[in-house]
C-alpha cells in the first residue's frame, strides 16, 4: 500500500497516522511486514488543494477479502489524501533500505542532493565527450589514410597507363 499523509503534520502527527494504518490492518487479520517513510514529496497534481504530501509505502499480508474494507477505512481518513493497494505476485525480498527512488535513505527530499547528484554526474559526462572526440580523430586518421592510399594507387595506375601509352607509341612507330 501507497498512502499519502497531508503535508501540514509533523513528525509525531504522521507517526500517529502510520500507528492508526498498523492498527486498522492487524486489527483486519492482516501482517505487517515492512513500513518505509519517503517523507514528504510534490504532488504531480492538486489533492485536497495540496501541492505537497507525505508518502509512506506499507508492505503487508491479508486475506484478499479485508482489502475492500480496508480501502474504504482509508477513504474516509481525513489525514490521508490518497492511498492504492496493489496485489503483489510474488513476496517480495524486503531490505533495511528505504525504497525511496529520491534517495537511499527515508529523509524528506532536500534540493541540495539533487545539485551534487548533477556536479557528480557532470565529469561522466565530460569523459563520455571526450572519448566521442578521440574516436572521432581516430575516425578522421583511417579515413585520411585511405584516401591517401587511394591517392597512392591513382598515381601509380596513372604512371602504368603512362607506360602503356609510351609502350603503344614505340610498337606504332617500329610498326609492328
Do not use: C
Not at 498512502?3 to 502527527?13: A, G, L, S
Not at 539533487?114 to 579515413?143: G, L, N, Q, S
Amino acid at each position: 500500500m501507497l498512502f499519502i499523509v497531508h503535508p501540514n503534520y509533523e513528525q509525531d502527527r504522521l507517526d500517529a497516522v502510520i500507528s492508526s494504518v498498523h492498527k486498522e490492518i492487524t486489527a483486519k487479520g492482516g501482517t505487517l511486514l515492512k513500513t518505509d517513510n519517503w517523507g514528504k514529496r510534490k504532488l504531480a497534481y492538486l489533492i485536497n488543494k495540496q501541492r505537497y504530501g507525505s508518502f509512506v509505502l506499507l508492505y503487508f499480508e491479508a486475506d484478499p477479502a479485508i482489502i475492500q474494507g480496508l480501502q474504504e477505512w482509508m477513504e474516509i481518513q481525513a489525514q490521508v489524501l490518497h492511498q492504492m493497494i496493489i496485489r503483489l505476485e510474488e513476496k517480495p525480498e524486503l531490505s533495511e533500505v528505504s525504497e525511496n527512488p529520491d534517495s537511499a535513505s527515508s529523509a524528506p527530499y532536500k534540493k541540495n542532493d539533487r545539485r551534487e547528484e548533477r556536479y557528480v554526474k557532470a565529469p561522466v559526462k565530460e569523459v563520455k565527450k571526450e572519448a566521442v572526440v578521440k574516436e572521432a580523430v581516430v575516425e578522421a586518421a583511417v579515413v585520411k589514410e585511405a584516401v591517401v592510399e587511394a591517392a597512392v594507387v591513382e598515381e601509380e595506375v596513372a604512371v602504368v597507363a603512362e607506360k602503356d601509352v609510351a609502350v603503344e607509341e614505340t610498337t606504332e612507330e617500329k610498326g609492328e
